[in-house]
């Protein structure tokens, strides 16, 4: 069965939860420099698995993973 929508697969949706998981965990942090930088990586996961989901080979997902 192949994958036809980004959020299919599991790589992504464990993104997603871990980025949910670092929002809560740095929600409090006064380092407002670092808290920033934290979170914009953690978003980038999953950011990158949908865009290279997106792209028109295989060899092109994979440099995105």
Known sequence: MAIKRFEDVI??????DYAVN???IFSASKDFG???QIC?????????????FDR????DFSRFL
């Not at 790589?11 to 997603?16: E, L, N, S």
């Open 56 to 59: 028109s080979s295989n060899a």
């Open 34 to 36: 670092f808290k920033d």
């Open 11 to 16: 790589g992504w949706q464990k993104a997603q």
């Open 22 to 24: 670092i929002y809560g």
């Open 40 to 52: 914009r990586a953690v978003i980038s996961i999953s950011n990158n698995i949908a865009e290279g």
